[in-house]
């Protein structure tokens, strides 16, 4: 196993800043950012990120590519995304398998037609994403709460659209597990189908039990029990890989933060010294 692998991230927010400065070092193995809340600031921001730049590692985390968008790509956001990532000296470029515009920006991220007219239509412009930014795109599989027009499955949409673009992926668990519950199907099954090679990083989070049949997916509480099972079995069948909190608000201190990113830590730690693989 890799150490390279056996990393660990949070998401970063600008709320926590002064909490970040007040101490050495946070520990972590990498910060995670949309491009779009950094990439436009100047003053105390761009210092204080170009700073942290330059003692961390980072990824970033896109909201607005709108990949399966019916309207044109944005080629100069595309751009300068790719500038803000060479400025940073940031490799890892990730979305959401989704879109949030359509004649107009839609404020939600929601889902592709599971068809496989969208997957050729996502893929084409997946590869065009990439060749402008001369970096994989990574996409996360997404939470969603209906499916119109479905013709195929989640499972058989995502496995589409990596293998044919040739993308990498975000594994979200906490998401594999809000739609299981959703849309009734197995979890499992559905991390043991993805390709282990394009697994580039993952996420996990917390979520909101609306219902005993419905979870909304809102990175605004603690993760539960089940995600981080959930988050050991995929380390079992593909190994491990780095792995990143996200919480977006109902955001505590540090320290309480600090020991969700330590569970992952020994987690990863545990399934790489006993070598577990599930078949």
């Keep these: 196993m890799s150490v390279e692998r056996q990393k660990v991230g949070l998401g970063l927010r600008r709320e926590m800043l002064e909490e970040i400065q007040s101490v050495s070092r946070v520990p972590i193995d990498f910060w995670e950012v949309a491009p779009e809340n950094w990439m436009t600031l100047g003053g105390r921001y761009q210092k204080a990120f170009s700073q942290l730049t330059s003692e961390y590692p980072f990824k970033t985390h896109g909201l607005s590519l709108s990949i399966g968008s019916p309207d044109p790509l944005d080629i100069e956001f595309i751009k300068a995304v790719k500038g803000f990532l060479d400025l940073h000296g940031i490799e890892h470029y990730s979305e959401h398998l ?16 599971f068809t496989d007219e969208a997957v050729s239509y996502v893929v084409q412009r997946i590869r065009q994403v990439q060749d402008i930014l001369e970096r994989p795109l ?13 013709q195929l499955s989640e499972l058989d949409f995502t496995l589409a659209v990596i293998n044919e673009s040739d993308c990498q992926l975000l594994l979200d668990v906490n998401n ?8 009734g199907y197995d ?9 282990s090679s394009r697994i ?13 049949d419905l979870i909304v997916d809102t990175h605004g509480a603690d993760v539960i029990e ?10 079992g069948v593909h190994g491990v890989f780095p792995t990143l909190l996200e919480r977006d608000f109902n955001i505590p201190p540090m320290p309480v933060l600090l020991q969700e990113v330590q ?17």
């Design 187 to 195: 979890a499992k099954d559905f991390i043991k189908a993805m390709p």
């Design 226 to 235: 089940p995600v981080w099972q959930l988050l050991e079995f995929a380390y």
């Design 98 to 113: 989704s879109y949030c515009s359509a004649e107009g920006h839609l404020y939600d991220l929601l889902p592709i037609p």
């Design 176 to 183: 594999v597990h809000v739609n299981s519950v959703n849309h």
């Design 200 to 212: 580039a990083y993952g996420h996990i989070a917390g979520h909101y039990n609306e219902a005993q």
């Design 138 to 150: 990574i996409l996360e599989n997404v939470s969603y709460y209906a499916a119109p027009g479905q």
């Design 263 to 279: 569970r992952i830590r020994q987690i990863q730690q545990e399934c790489s010294s006993s070598k577990r693989m599930i078949a």
